[in-house]
Every structure is written in C-alpha cells, then in structure tokens.
C-alpha cells in the first residue's frame, strides 16, 4: 500500500490515474435524489440488500428497475408483493412503505438475447436509466463451464449491449470478485486481461458440446481454482473493453456473508461458502476440514458490501471521464486480520452455546494442515459413520441418505479448501480513500470500514442468524437445543471411552502373540547371527 503515488494518482493497467481532488464531500443520498436505477441480480443475496438500502437511506431516488424472471401464472404485481415480503424489507414496509411503489419490476432473464425485454420495456430503460449496477452472476463455484459462460460472461454482454443504448447513463457497475486472479499473490486495484478472449470464448462455448468441453476446461482455467473464478476474469475484460464508451467501475468484494448490523444483525440467505461449512459443522456432519489456521481468511459483511457498491456508484457519476475504468477490491484481511483458525475457535464456541436444533453428533470437528491426516479424518469420520447409519436404515426399511449427503459435503468443502489453504495480499487504496472523502453523515449511514467488524459479536450474530433466517430454528428452541447438545455430548464421550477401552482389550489379548511375535524375531535374528560367526571362524 506504500507503493501508492502521493500526487493524487493512482496505476491503472499500467496509465496514470488522476483521483480526484478532495473537495466538499456530497451526500451519497443526495446524489440519488431523482436518479432512475437498473438493477440485475435484484433477488439475490446481495442484491436484496441493495434494493432495501436505496428505499430507506435514498429514498428521493425516482425509480428503481429490477430485471426479474417471469413466473408462469403469476403476474408482475403478484411477484412484486411477493418480494417486498421478504424480512429485509419490513422496516421499509414499516416505517416508509409508500418508498416501495418506485419498484418497477421488468421481465426479462440474463440468459435471454436482449435479456428478454419487450420492447416498451427496452425503450423505457433506453430513455430513463441513469445508473446500472450489475449483481447477477452464478455463484456456484462447480457450475459447468457452459453455464458459467451463458450467465457470468454473455449475461453482462447482454447488459452491457444495452447500457451502451442509455442516453443518460452516469454509471455503471460490475460487481466482481476479489478471487479473479488467484494465480496472482498480491491483487491490485487495477485491469488484469483475461486468460483467453472473451468474446472468443464465448463463441467457443457455444459451438462445441459437453463432451469436448469438459476436456479442455482444465487447460482453460490453467490453475484458476473453479469456473466461476474463470468466467470473472473474462468478464472484467470484457467490461474493460467498454472504456469510453460507458463510465464504468468495478467492485471486487471478497466472501460476501451475513449482515453485521443491517437490515438485520446476522441475516442472511443460502448454504454457500463459511455459512454451509457451519452448518455442516453445528450438525456434526463435517468433523474435519482441510485447512491452514494461521492463513488470514477475508470476509465482507453483505451490509458493508453494498454500502461501498453504493458509494462507487455516486464517485463513479460525479467523474465524468469515461476512458477511465474504477476498481476497488473490497476486502478484509489488510486492516482488520483475523486467521481461519481463529474464526473456526470463535465459532466453536458460540456453537456450543447456541446450538442447532437438529444434529447427528455432537460438533467436535477440527482443522488439519495435512492433506493425508484431512483424508484419513475424512474416511473415518465422515463416510463410515455415514454408511453405517445408512445400513442401519436399510436395516429399518427407510431411505438411506446420510452417504449422499456427505458427497455433496464433500464437493463443497474441496471447493471451499482451495481458500483455506492458500493466502492473497489485496491493495485496497481507492476504497479505503473512498471512505475517506465520505461525509461524518455518509460514514454512519453508509458504513463500510472494515476495521468497524468486531469478530466476536459478528460471529455470534452469524450463526445465530443461520438458525433463524436460513434454519428456521426460533430464539425458543435454544433451551431445547443445549439439551440435546448435552446428551450428543454424553454419547460422544461414552463412544470414545467405548473405543479406547476395545482397543486396550484387543491389546492386552493379543499382548502374548504381539511379544511372542517380537521375541521370534529377535531369537531368529540371534541365531542368524551365530550361524553367520560360526562360519567365518570355520572358514
């Protein structure tokens, strides 16, 4: 970070970058005040918390537009409603409803050409869309490359194509990853080209059939950890490519996770990356994970994260240049630390205090830094409790299902490893200068300083909020839960005093035949050795 130029000019791709002047800093909702918005990726994670940041923080936004598939028999009024009902939204609903009527629901699908507008549709984005934020993506790291490619790539070619059609767009943002370049050490804020062409790769893709594919995607990712890393890559490039013609700035966020504070401590949707790992973990399904405890692991809190994605928006707006591209990696690790292993002991422990309702055996798994021990871990504590409770139900005329669910473990955590076992360096200069030339106001309603994450609280809130949002265990099933806890605790304890009992018995019953055995050789070796004395002496 110390390599930054100290002349207000930052590197980008290798050109001088003028940051602009300090100067009076504006308000972030002022600056949205009357401004149409494009959203994609609205019903995801991150984009839910988007669209509930701009109705209660923007709330003079004019209009905000989310591109949403259509649903067969549902019509747009019926899908709206649905969605302002999710939880995120009921302090909007509560104490500013009439902010959601500037929902405007579009159909369309990022996997269609022209994203499958209609043309009244086409031609109101055309005339009234000032600002894009682009949030779909595929996010499963195992996805076929196809796919990948359809959504992550030729999707933001799709919006790219019609942004370039928006007379009165300020600003355009892709959001990326920080996990882009793993073959890099240290990710700047800066353009990387892609491995290959985008545009080439997207032909290819669509030509060949799965069978040729699936043969030549390891020579393309050339050591990129999954097609999701891949694709991204390939789509910065292809973002880059719009300089000038668009204002464009993209935000790398590393592991996005449960809110901190807002809209509510702990929420959060789905079982990818850390929150399955503790799921799997709270119900004594994963028992050991491949995994370097002192590496720094490098988290964003979704509310963090869509704050600065906001605040990019209106830096992106004020400057009017659009050759130049804005990057900001949004991640953790530089100013607030924190090592796996001190997440997995953080999290330990509030599992143990607040745990899951439901549990096969009591969580007591660890981290291991040694792929063979992980390995033997796996096979012992993992697959072979897993075949013996499906034998069991087999046994009990019930479906078996414990052995597929460690597959799906296992695929997850092989994926989830790649990151545990490896360290980055991220420069984070221009967000960090962001935040800086934000208002006092701005910096308490749109936070996003990273050294603000006090672990242990957000932690708690973590899991506690897995229990509730995405478990559905209510605060009143705590007492119920320790409980079980308790008894998993016992019978873990009785099976292992059950275990190093049998084996001190088969030892002490085998004690004569182990000595007998060893006294044999020694006796053999005694006598090979006179013989071979005897002999010499003859000779």
Known sequence: MGDQPQNGSAMNDGRMMTVLPEMAPCSIAESYAGRSIFITGA??????????????????????????????????????????????????????????????????????????????????????????????????????????????????????????????????????????????????????????????????????????????????LNNLPNTYAYTKALTEDMVYQYRGKLPIAIARPSIVTAAMREPLPGWGEGTNGPTGLLIGAGRGVIRSMHCNGEYLADFMPVDLTMNAIIAIGTERMRDPRKEEVMYYNLTSSADNPISWGEVLEMGRSVLNDNPFCFALWYPDGSIKSNYLYHLLCVIFFHYLPAYLIDFLLVLLRRKPFLVKVQKRISAGLTILQYYTTKEWIFRCENAKSLYRRLSHDDRKRFYFDVTEINYQTYLYDFILGARQYILKEAPETLPQARKLLRKLYIMDKIVQIALYVLGLWLFWMYLELITGSIQFVFDTAIVGLRGSTTVRQGL
């Not at 055309?126 to 490619?149: K, P, S, Y």
């Not at 992550?152 to 943002?173: D, H």
């Open 43 to 220: 019903t995801g994670f991150m984009g839910k918390i988007m669209v509930e940041k701009l109705l209660r923080d923007c709330g003079e936004v004019r209009c905000i537009y989310l591109l949403i598939r259509a649903k067969k028999g549902i019509d747009p009024a019926q899908r709206k409603e649905e969605y302002v009902k999710n939880i995120v939204f009921d302090q909007v609903r509560e104490q500013c409803g009439a902010r959601l009527d500037k929902i405007r629901l579009i159909r369309g699908d990022i996997l269609s050409e022209g994203l499958g507008l209609s043309e009244d549709d086409h031609r109101e984005l055309v005339e009234n869309v000032e600002m894009v934020f682009h949030c779909a993506a595929n996010v499963r790291f195992d996805q076929h490359i196809r796919q990948a490619v359809d959504i992550n790539l030729n999707g933001t070619i799709r919006v790219l194509t019609l942004a370039e059609k928006m007379r009165k767009l300020v600003s355009f943002v892709h959001v990326s990853t920080s996990y882009c370049q793993c073959n890099e050490a240290v990710l700047e804020e800066k353009h990387y080209p892609a491995p290959q062409n985008p545009e080439g790769i997207s032909k290819m893709v669509g030509l060949l059939d799965d069978d040729i594919l699936d043969l030549i995607t390891p020579r393309l």
